[in-house]
């Protein structure tokens, strides 16, 4: 068996430059690299109604939208299979036997889950589906086999959780499923980009995003909000990198190619950072900066997004074929896990067998 990956996304809302940089970029460059034989990019639709099963209207408008951003940036259906998870019933019935091996103090252990019931304050009113998130991510990893999941520090537990219910199942049933190992991004920028006005996240909730869908005016207009230096308020003045969003977005995005093309005077993001720190550099210079390495980037996305957009039943015939292609590996698998369980009454294991063999026991 070749290489497997697995990742994906929650569909709640259009897809912004922190899902870019944390995994959207990585992903094309693994699909193109010719070293994994699958490749599997799941929207996880059912997961995304945990915490929002009042409104399966926002989930269902967003399944579309997170399609698009996938096949804009260049995800390509020919390489890469991309899925809708609530349309495969088998990753149900795995998160159910897993959930036998998972005990609720090891959840309630789960760093990510702490800081995402934390973020929600849910409190006491934990929904079980949110709480139990974890056991079914670890469904949908083994459900197609995968050898690796690149996600970013922060999802790292749910990861180790995974491989700790693919430890215990093959500890109890016998060697069955398959053990995934983690790919992190490998600059720490990429794992969390910060939000436009400096918060540790960008989320769509806090309205601090930039949309792969923006328009270049929008970018525009979100870059020259952005948060910098609230010290640096003359030109002359000294400025400050650290907790400086636009030079933590140029850390992300600029390439030495953008100062020959746009900002000659400099060689390199050092000389530029240099500048700044020891005074005479204006922020409206920087941030118009950004907004060119910025539209480089987004420029061809938007575009092909649009292209997309106007093929619509086109896209939805690709999440058609891809969700079956998906969901005949996930059956496969459930097979597996069944026989190893031994509850495949008509199958291997069939009732006939399994009663014979206890009447022909002795009586004690």
């Not at 996304?9 to 693994?30: I, M, N, Q, W």
């Not at 020891?278 to 649009?306: A, H, M, N, Y």
Request: proline content about 5%; charged content about 25%.
């Amino acid at each position: 068996m070749g290489e497997i990956i697995l990742t994906g996304d929650r569909p709640t809302g259009r897809l912004h430059l922190g899902h870019y940089v944390g995994s959207l970029r990585g992903r094309v460059e693994l699909q193109n690299s010719g070293e994994f034989s699958e490749i599997y990019i799941m929207i996880a639709d059912a997961q995304a109604l945990t915490d929002n099963a009042e409104d399966p209207g926002k989930i269902r408008e967003s399944i579309l939208e997170v399609a698009l951003d996938y096949l804009a940036v260049g995800i390509d259906p020919k390489k890469s299979v991309i899925l809708i998870q609530s349309q495969i019933p088998e990753l149900f019935e795995l998160t159910c036997y897993y959930m036998n091996l998972v005990t609720v103090a090891r959840l309630e252990r789960n760093p990510t889950v702490k800081t995402e019931i934390k973020a929600r304050a849910f409190d006491q009113s934990i929904p079980v589906g949110f709480f139990t998130y974890p056991v079914s991510q670890a469904a949908d990893i083994t459900a197609f086999k995968a050898t690796t999941v690149p996600v970013g520090e922060d999802q790292a537990p749910m990861l180790e959780q995974t491989r700790e219910i693919v430890h215990k199942f093959n500890s109890v049933y016998g060697d069955t499923l398959v053990m995934p190992d983690i790919l992190l991004p490998e600059k720490k920028i990429w794992s969390r980009l910060p939000g436009t006005d400096g918060k540790a996240k960008m989320s769509k909730s806090l309205g601090n995003c930039i949309y792969l869908s923006d328009s270049a005016a929008e970018v525009k207009e979100k870059v020259n909000s952005m948060y910098t230096d609230p010290d640096h308020i003359r030109v002359s003045d000294p400025g400050k990198i650290e907790g400086n969003v636009v030079f933590t977005y140029l850390d992300a995005f600029a390439l030495d190619q953008h100062f020959n093309e746009f900002l000659p005077e400099y060689e390199n993001l050092s000389e530029l950072k240099s500048h700044y720190q020891r005074g005479g550099l204006g922020d409206v210079k920087v941030k118009k900066f950004l907004v060119q390495v910025l539209e480089t980037e987004l420029g061809p996305i938007r575009e092909s997004r649009l292209k997309w957009r106007e093929r619509i039943p086109e896209v939805v015939d690709i999440l058609e074929k891809g969700t079956a292609k998906a969901r005949i590996k996930a059956a496969g698998t459930l097979h597996d896990v069944k026989n190893a369980m031994q509850i495949d009454y008509f199958g291997q294991s069939p009732l006939i067998e399994a009663f014979t063999a206890t009447k022909d026991q002795p009586v004690c």
